[in-house]
């Protein structure tokens, strides 16, 4: 049997299949899936780039398993693996506190325009007067979705003395909300309130372009501490939950003070995307779980979920449980 990998993964973890699958381990590129030759594909291992779609599924007879090598599963075909009894496992905790510090990490830029500064200063001008920021503390952030990455964020900010916000319909029972933390029941309540908004919810149809132009109008511009300290909007969880033509335009006329997405609708993003021209734009290339630390710990989490379902039908992290 073969374990196909098509978007790379930690050499640790190809070890550790090589080592306690007792089959064949191999990087392969997505349109080569097909091309096995003798050696049937039993489990794929999968990040962001490759779409497991259902023709894919059906040109695999022999597969058992998908890893994706991350949190979200929007690129597979969940109805076409279950119909095929074909379990998908994800490692949804690897990358959290990587997530997390690139969150603050734009949070914090933001307030202090730290791109439009160094942009500056490569051309030459030298705007202390205009990059002048505000602190986030006496903030209120609203966090839209309250899972792991989410809480990891709310207890930072809450350290740094920010308020707290979360929008959360799913949210699991059970879940420990902190005291410090204010749950909203409408979305459009959250967006009304905190001059702050930052992401952690998956892709759907119900949340593709959920950010547009009437909730970014809504967004306060004075903090509860009574600084004017404009809006402003963080998106490292996943591409199209923001309406990017939108969120451009509100920059442009002012709705909007900064915008810092690590996650694009379409990517890799072109050269002539109508953001990258925005002076408070702040964009990173999709680098979320991008330090060595969360790689290794993908990759060893995925392995052991695959090498699980392998050897036993399933595991914790199975996202289909209905498969047949």
């Known amino acids: 049997m073969r374990i196909a990998i098509t978007d790379g993964l930690h ?12 089959g064949d381990v191999a990087e392969l590129e997505p349109d080569a899936l097909g091309d096995s030759g003798d050696t049937p594909i039993v489990a794929l291992i999968v990040r962001s780039r490759t779409k497991v779609t259902a023709e894919m599924v059906a ?3 022999s597969l058992r398993v998908v890893g994706r090598a991350g949190v979200g599963v929007d690129n597979i075909d969940l109805d076409a693996a279950t119909k095929a009894g074909v379990r998908v496992v994800n490692a949804p905790r690897a990358s959290t506190h990587s997530v997390v510090e690139l969150t603050m990490a734009h949070l914090l830029a933001s307030a202090r325009f730290l791109a439009p500064s160094d942009r500056a200063m490569r051309d030459g001008r030298w ?16 966090l839209v979705g309250y899972g792991r990455i989410a809480r990891g964020v709310a207890a930072v900010a809450t350290a740094l003395g920010m308020e707290v916000h979360a929008y959360d319909p799913y949210l ?20 009304r309130t905190c001059t702050h908004v930052s992401l952690h919810c998956g892709l759907s149809p119900e949340t593709h372009h959920m950010v547009d132009a009437h909730r ?23 591409g199209g939950l923001i309406d990017e033509d939108a969120a451009a335009t ?13 996650v694009f609708e379409h990517e890799p993003v072109a050269a002539d995307h109508p953001l990258l021209s925005h ?21 060893m989490d995925i392995a052991d979920a695959v090498l699980e379902t392998l050897a036993t039908g399933t595991c914790p992290t199975v996202v289909n449980r209905d498969v047949l």
């Open 250 to 262: 509100a920059l442009t006329d002012g709705t909007l003070s900064t915008l810092s997405l690590d």
């Open 216 to 238: 970014l109008a809504l967004m306060p511009k004075v903090g509860a501490d009574g600084v004017a300290c404009g809006a402003h909007v963080v998106n490292c969880a996943r």
């Open 279 to 299: 002076e408070r734009f702040s964009g990173t290339p999709h680098i979320g779980a991008s330090t060595h630390e969360a790689q290794r710990r993908v990759g």
């Open 172 to 191: 699991p029972e059970g879940v420990d909300i902190a005291p410090a933390v204010q749950m909203h029941a409408e979305l459009d309540d959250l967006f």
């Open 59 to 61: 040109s695999l007879p």
């Open 127 to 142: 705007i202390k007067k205009q990059a002048k920021g505000t602190e986030l503390a006496g903030k209120r952030l609203g």
């Open 11 to 22: 050499p640790d973890a190809i070890a550790k299949l090589l080592a306690e699958s007792g």
